[in-house]
């Protein structure tokens, strides 16, 4: 198992665009969650998903984000209309179950600077 | 709903001992600890389950006060490699989202 992994490790785009990321989670992981991390600063839940259904969606996320797990495997984030503020790394993480024994594997995460 | 953490930011020499602790304003189902270094992605330590258990992971351990909802982690001879930043995680007894805490940062000097 080669762990989580995050796709692009690094992206820059204009203010505007939209942009995508990818994580693949650990292949036995049905649990798998989004965060936001900007410097100095703990990450912060974005959503999570179980298998395939996104069961939880942090309110602080605004209606330009939108995260997909169509086969209970990898997971997409999306961005639309990209501003400054939403420069950030953006992590993904899984786990095999609530209170999992080797608690939650992290991916590498994708930094994102709007410009 | 984020853990609050304390201290904010700690230094040490080589060889002492630091505690982290963790509170929540939520009933706990469990407490995790993480250890970030600059530019990376947070490293699981471990994770304490409701019970008031107390782990331990080469010098590092940590206890879980399931009525307080708190959670120390204990940092005894610290080394160098100790550097980073310390995040505990809590997975409440409703819902499945995990917050993590404020974080605090560790630097070891010699």
């Known amino acids: 198992d080669t762990g989580v992994s995050q796709n692009p490790r690094h992206k820059i785009t204009k203010r505007g665009q939209n942009v995508t990321f990818r994580c693949d989670p650990i292949s036995e992981h049905n649990r798998l969650y989004w965060y936001r991390q900007t410097l100095g600063q703990g990450p912060e839940f974005l959503t999570y998903f179980q298998n395939e259904a996104q069961l939880e969606k942090s309110r602080l996320l605004s209606d330009r984000f939108s995260a997909e797990r169509p086969k209970g495997s990898f997971s997409t984030l999306e961005i639309q209309r990209t501003e400054q503020g939403d420069s950030a790394m953006y992590l993904c993480?899984?786990?095999?179950?609530?209170?999992?024994?080797?608690?939650?594997?992290f991916g590498s995460g994708t930094r994102l600077t709007v410009v | 709903q984020q853990p609050v953490q304390s201290p904010q930011a700690v230094i040490l020499r080589e060889g002492e001992d630091a505690v982290i602790n963790c509170s929540s304003s939520k009933a706990l189902y469990s407490v995790h600890w993480y250890r970030q270094k600059h530019g990376e992605a947070p490293v699981f330590l471990m994770i304490?389950?409701?019970?008031?258990e107390q782990k331990g992971h080469e010098k590092i351990s940590a206890s879980f006060n399931e009525k307080k909802q708190q959670s120390s982690l204990y940092l005894t001879a610290s080394q160098l490699s100790y550097s980073g930043t310390y995040f505990c995680g809590t997975e409440s007894n409703t819902g499945n989202q995990f917050y993590f805490g404020t974080g605090t940062s560790l630097t070891v000097i010699p």
């Open positions: 993480a899984s786990s095999s179950l609530k209170g999992a024994r080797n608690g939650y594997t």
């Open positions: 304490l389950l409701k019970g008031g």
